[in-house]
């Protein structure tokens, strides 16, 4: 049964799912957008920014209806897909208002925000009521409630915030995930948010940022900090990054890399760009042929290998790292499932995909694939050494606009490819208390885009694994 609607604190609401009258997923909650007011009147809340298929668009406060069993519940399914753009006087609450450094009115105590309550008053409007505030810059502070009017400062800008409490709120989202919620903050805050990440989920964050992002991120760490980044990044996913850096400070970074992290990344930027070299990763699964299937099952179990990584074990004589020693062949996942666990994989291996060279184009690499529906390919040298592995979704990367991760989805081509054109001139007759009159398109035409945030028609532009 759906609760009526009462106060709702923000940090609960985020990731929850957003669902329409029927029950389809519209999206997740991303944050909520309210706006200040005048004097001590507490700010009045607009609505939730609600995020499809890594699209962050608007839902007016109005449609909320309540939570029912952990999801947001909408009184209409009639909604603007249009982008959601934060306007002048709009505060996100996850986003810029957790973190933020307050003063108690009564004691001109300074408190650190950990939440906010927003609550609906009659007319219909709902205003942001109640904040939780931590006293002390220790986790272990008391945490109390106080009303709006008990604090002030919340309306200038923080020079120093930190990010602890919104890393808090979405501690589980997934990287490119993430990356979609720190696209959408300003860049001091990005930069608030990479500076308390660690290194290890900061690297996977970059992997999936749009370039001018990932090195805005970058140049902002210290050098020694930024060179732990690369380290922790795929050697592939480093090289890339470096390639876009002026050579000088590529070479800064790679020197205070340790010489064994930058190796792998110095071979890959030999390689043009748009190559097999250029593409590959040098880190696949490889083994030799005396391992067994057990061997190889645990290898391809590593929760950090993508699926495309994990579909395949590389069979070479040692050396058993890249440059490796003579090429063999290689076994595919589903083989390895069904022999004996006892078994050597030298006897099951696969030696009738043609590998590639490194000078091998991004065209011919692509129809590699598409013509024997691979979902990676080894790269070999001229002394038939296997040096990296190509990825289907590292020829998409390639093969993509460069700021395909910016772009948003085309309007007409979104609801026709959902199946509910005949939805896209529909007004929104509740009305957007921000004042738009975009077209609509009914939340059930996307109700198969979660859970868990993406579903197959997002054209397959989301890294496996990601």
């Not at 609607?5 to 669902?19: D, E, I, K, Q």
């Not at 010489?259 to 696949?284: H, K």
Request: glycine share 8%.
């Amino acid at each position: 049964m759906t609760t009526a609607p009462a106060r709702l604190f923000c940090r609960r609401l985020a990731g929850l799912l957003v669902l329409d009258p029927n029950g389809d997923v519209v999206g997740r909650v991303r944050d909520v957008v309210v706006t200040l007011r005048l004097g001590r009147e507490p700010p009045r809340a607009l609505g939730l920014a609600v995020e499809v298929q890594r699209r962050p668009i608007f839902v007016p406060i109005s449609k909320v209806t309540g939570v029912e069993s952990g999801a947001v519940v909408l009184s209409s399914a009639r909604l603007s897909w249009r982008r959601f753009a934060q306007r002048p006087g709009e505060i996100l609450v996850l986003g810029e208002l957790l973190d933020r450094q307050v003063t108690l009115v009564a004691t001109e105590a300074t408190v650190t925000v950990v939440d906010a309550a927003i609550e609906p008053i009659r007319g219909g409007d709902w205003v942001l009521d109640q904040v939780a505030v931590r006293t002390g810059r220790r986790r272990r502070g008391e945490v109390r409630t106080v009303s709006w009017d008990e604090v002030t400062g919340i309306s200038l800008p923080a020079e120093t915030q930190g990010a602890a409490n919104l890393l808090a709120a979405f501690e589980k989202l997934r990287p490119a995930d993430l990356a979609s919620l720190l696209h959408n903050l300003s860049s001091k805050r990005r930069a608030e948010v990479a500076a308390a990440l660690d290194d290890e989920r900061l690297a996977d964050v970059l992997e999936e940022l749009p370039e001018d992002e990932q090195i805005e991120l970058l140049g902002g760490l210290a050098d020694d900090r930024a060179a732990d980044i690369l380290e922790a990044m795929g050697p592939d996913d480093a090289a890339d990054l470096l390639r876009d850096l002026p050579a000088e400070e590529a070479e800064r970074l790679l020197r205070l890399m340790e010489p064994q992290e930058a190796a792998p990344v110095r071979r890959l930027l030999v390689y043009p760009d748009n190559t097999a070299g250029g593409l590959m990763t040098s880190e696949p699964v490889i083994l030799g042929p005396n391992a067994t299937v057990a061997e190889a099952l645990a290898r391809v179990r590593a929760p950090e290998l993508s699926p495309a990584l994990a579909a395949q074990v590389y069979v070479v004589r040692p050396p058993f790292e890249t440059p490796t020693g003579r090429y063999l062949g290689l076994a595919h996942f589903q083989r390895l499932l069904r022999e004996p666990p006892g078994a050597l994989v030298g006897g099951i291996i696969d030696i009738d995909i043609t590998p590639l060279r490194p000078e091998t184009s991004l065209p011919e690499v692509t129809r590699l694939l598409a013509s024997y529906n691979l979902v990676a390919v080894p790269v070999l040298d001229g002394l038939a050494r296997l040096v990296g592995v190509v990825t289907v979704d590292d020829v998409l990367d390639h093969m993509l606009p460069a700021n395909w991760r910016e772009r948003d989805l085309d309007s007409d081509a979104r609801v026709g490819a959902l199946g509910d054109s005949a939805d896209t001139a529909h007004s929104d007759s509740d009305g957007d208390s921000r004042g738009d009159t975009h077209s609509d398109a009914r939340s059930n035409a996307v109700s198969t885009a979660l859970p868990g945030g993406q579903d197959r028609r997002d054209n397959g532009l989301r890294r496996p694994g990601s």
